[in-house]
């Protein structure tokens, strides 16, 4: 029975973000983020969706606080939205729109949820962007002035704080591809956005250093690569694609450093950057979270772009509705490499979950979703082997507390242990819901 018993104190949560639930982006004198200029730009966004309402959850936090406490949530995790709290992205501060936060941290602590707070989950000011954003070097300070005030409005009441939220997809998605706010397409900006988030997450943690008593930390998502052969050439684009979405990031902020497999990757697109700035990135993390959905089988290709590498679909294994391989495994190798590499640092899972089609909802009905429910299953007894395996895990946190907007994919994939019904906005339990409510309630044994 109590085979799959979690440590005392391992910490349950599920995870948001801003933009992607909260609706009223310009609600109480906020103002724009990228996010909203870019949802607004024809030709962006699934289905032509965009923020606006979303989940509605800026006029019902308190409904979906219920929502929460029927899970038995111990932590919720979620994120600022930075143009609420400094409409201009620096300067003057919105009280209107920080006091939203904490009247939200004030209704999860009145029902004994932690507060677990990103400070940034990619929806910039566009008055920053107008100023070059992630490409101005003076965006680091911009991050870490912002972050100042949140942590002095806030550090009383929040135990877990992260900066920077998957500053991967951030610079992927929003500098190279194009795919993501703010839809630049350049391999000569994405290194200097990458760099430039991570210099804004160490002078973040500078920040909080002055003013903060709990902790804080950083949130990267990595993705496994393995190699699609054991041909040198296959190994060696496994690698590159590793060094590019994974070190790329982790390196500078824990080892004060780039891996050089970059420079062969971005080529003459790979800057000098000063030496002094890695004392900024490497500041020291009181714990880092980690975002697992799934892996890749990569094989040397000419023509990936940038890291001549590209996917081989695994014809035999389960794949989500955006296209992920079901692949848990991928989970424990991920926790085992980051403690290899970086050492024994405290670790949370800070988000990981599916979207899967769901059926029609019927009122007063349970959603049933059993690819779901399946994939916690596995994702969670991998993790419970990993405690085992001596991975200091201190929680996770599923994604997400509800369907809600998948960035340029619009509302169509859904995460969510909720449904929402975008039209009524009424949100109704997934089967995914009750199994992850009695995971909680015994600790894992429901695992079994
Ligand atoms: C992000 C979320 C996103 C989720 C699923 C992560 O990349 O942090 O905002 O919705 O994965 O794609």
Known sequence: MSRYRFPDGFIWGAATSAYQIEGSPLADGAGPSIWQRFAHTPGMMANGDHGDTACDHY?????????????????????????????????????????????????????????????????????LDDRGGWLNRDSAHWFADYASVVFKALDGRVQRWSTINEPWVVTDGGYLHGVLAPGHRSKYEAPIAAHNLMRASGAGIQAYRAVGRHEIGVVFNIEPKYPASQRPDDEAAAQRAHAYMNEQFADPALLGSYPPALKDIFGDAWPDFPADDFQLTRQPVDFVGINYYTRSVVKHDEQGYPCRASRVRQHHATHTETGWEVYEQGLADTLMWFKHRYGDLPLYVTENGAAFYDPPVAEGEVVEDPLRVAYLRKHLRTLHQCIEDGINLKGYYAWSLLDNLEWSLGFAKRFGLYHVDYASLTRTPKASAKFYAKVIETNGTALA
Do not use: C
């Not at 009280?95 to 941290?105: E, I, M, W």
């Open 59 to 127: 006029r019902r936090y308190k409904e979906d606080v219920q929502l929460m406490r029927a899970l038995g949530l111990h932590s919720y995790r979620f994120s600022v939205a930075w143009a609420r709290v400094l409409p201009e992205g620096t300067g003057r501060v919105n009280q209107k729109g920080l006091d939203f936060y904490s009247r939200l941290v004030d209704e999860l602590l009145q029902h004994g949820i932690q507060p677990n707070v990103t400070l940034f989950h990619w929806d910039l000011p566009a008055a």
